[in-house]
C-alpha cells in the first residue's frame, strides 16, 4: 500500500468536499459579523444545489451550451441565493424578528419549496436529472505534474479555486475596506454605527444577501461537481457544519477556511477509506457518521469560549434607548 498516494488522495478529496463548506462559511461570516444570525445556511446551501443543477440540466440538455451550463447553473444559484436570504433580512432586520426562528423557518421552507419545484418541473420526480455537463476538474499547467504534491494540491474542480479566491477576497474587503469597517460597527456598536451616519438597516440587508449568495455558490458546488444532480439529501447538515466552521474560524476568513477544511477532512475519510479498503480497520458506520460527531464536539468545546460579534442576535431599533 503506498501511503504517499494516500495522502495525496486525502488531501485533493478533502478540498473537494470542504470547497461548499469555505463557500458557506465565508457567506455566514458577512452576516454575522453585521449582527445578524445566519442558522439559514442550511437552506440557503439547498437552494443553490437545486438552482444550479436546475439551470445546468436545462443549459446543457435543452440549449446545448456545452461547457458553459455549469457555470450558468453556478451564477443562477448565486442570484437565487442572495433573492431568497432576502425573507431573512425583511424579518430579522426590519421587524426584528427572532433570527434563530426566522432562520429555522428558512431552512423547512427550502426543503418543501425545491421539492415542490423539483417535482413539479421534471414531472413528479423528486430530484433533477443527472447533469451531462457538471464541472470537470483542472489542472495548473506543470504544478500539476508534480509527484503527489501535484495531485493533492494543483488538480480541483473550478470551484475550489473560486472558494479561496473568496477567502482572500472577503479577507481583504473585511479588514482593508470601508464596506468592512461598517460592517464590523453594526455588528459590535449598531448605535455608535448609526450616529456616525452609517445605515446599520442597509450593512446588514447587504450583509445577509451576501450570505445568501455565497453560501448557494456552496450548495451549487456540490450539485455541479460531486452528486452531478440535486436531491432531498444533497445538502444534508452540510450549512449546520459550515456554521459550526465560521464559530470555530471565530468569524475570520482564514481561520473559518482553515476550520471548513478541517471539517472537509472528516468527510474525505470516508471516501479515501473505502477506495482503499481501509474500512476493514475503521467501521464504515463511524465513518459516516465522524464529520457530524465532530461537529458536536467542537460545538461543545470550543462554542463557549469563542467570543461572537457585541451586537450578534440583537435587533437594532433606530431610536431605542
Given at each position: 500500500m503506498e501511503w504517499l498516494t494516500i495522502a495525496s488522495d486525502l488531501i485533493h478529496t478533502t478540498i473537494v468536499f470542504?470547497?461548499?463548506?469555505?463557500?458557506?462559511?465565508?457567506?455566514?461570516?458577512?452576516?454575522?459579523?453585521?449582527?445578524?444570525?445566519?442558522?439559514?445556511?442550511?437552506?440557503?446551501?439547498?437552494?443553490?444545489?437545486?438552482?444550479?443543477?436546475?439551470?445546468?440540466?436545462f443549459a446543457?440538455?435543452?440549449?446545448?451550451?456545452?461547457?458553459?451550463?455549469?457555470?450558468?447553473?453556478?451564477?443562477?444559484?448565486?442570484?437565487?441565493?442572495?433573492l431568497f436570504a432576502l425573507p431573512h433580512a425583511f424579518a430579522s432586520v426590519t421587524f426584528n424578528a427572532d433570527q434563530v426562528v426566522s432562520g429555522v423557518g428558512l431552512n423547512f421552507l427550502a426543503t418543501g419549496l425545491t421539492l415542490y419545484l423539483a417535482k413539479l418541473i421534471f414531472s413528479g420526480s423528486a430530484q433533477t436529472p443527472t447533469l451531462q455537463r457538471g464541472f470537470s476538474e483542472w489542472a495548473i499547467p506543470y504544478l500539476a505534474d508534480i509527484p503527489y504534491l501535484g495531485n493533492a494540491l494543483f488538480r480541483a474542480y473550478p470551484t475550489s479555486f473560486v472558494a479561496f479566491l473568496a477567502v482572500t477576497l472577503t479577507a481583504y474587503i473585511v479588514y482593508r475596506t470601508p464596506f468592512g469597517l461598517r460592517l464590523y460597527a453594526v455588528g459590535e456598536h449598531p448605535r455608535a454605527a448609526d450616529t456616525a451616519g452609517i445605515s446599520v438597516y442597509g450593512m446588514r440587508y447587504v450583509a445577509v444577501m451576501l450570505s445568501g449568495a455565497l453560501a448557494a455558490a456552496g450548495g451549487a458546488t456540490i450539485a455541479l461537481t460531486t452528486t452531478n444532480n440535486f436531491s432531498h439529501n444533497t445538502i444534508s447538515g452540510q450549512g449546520y457544519i459550515a456554521l459550526a466552521a465560521l464559530i470555530f474560524g471565530k468569524w475570520r476568513p482564514f481561520q473559518a477556511m482553515l476550520a471548513a477544511l478541517f471539517f472537509g477532512i472528516a468527510s474525505a475519510m470516508k471516501s479515501v477509506f473505502q477506495v482503499y479498503g481501509l474500512t476493514q480497520f475503521v467501521p464504515v458506520d463511524f465513518i459516516y457518521m465522524f464529520p457530524y460527531l465532530l461537529t458536536i464536539l467542537v460545538l461543545a468545546g470550543f462554542v463557549g469560549r469563542a467570543i461572537s460579534p457585541a451586537a450578534l442576535g440583537t435587533p437594532y431599533e433606530k431610536g431605542q434607548r
Open positions: 470542504a470547497t461548499a463548506l469555505i463557500f458557506a462559511a465565508i457567506g455566514g461570516l458577512y452576516s454575522e459579523r453585521s449582527g445578524v444570525v445566519n442558522i439559514a445556511l442550511e437552506g440557503m446551501m439547498t437552494v443553490g444545489a437545486f438552482t444550479g443543477a436546475a439551470i445546468a440540466y446543457g440538455n435543452v440549449a446545448g451550451m456545452g461547457n458553459g451550463a455549469p457555470w450558468l447553473g453556478f451564477l443562477a444559484a448565486v442570484v437565487a441565493g442572495a
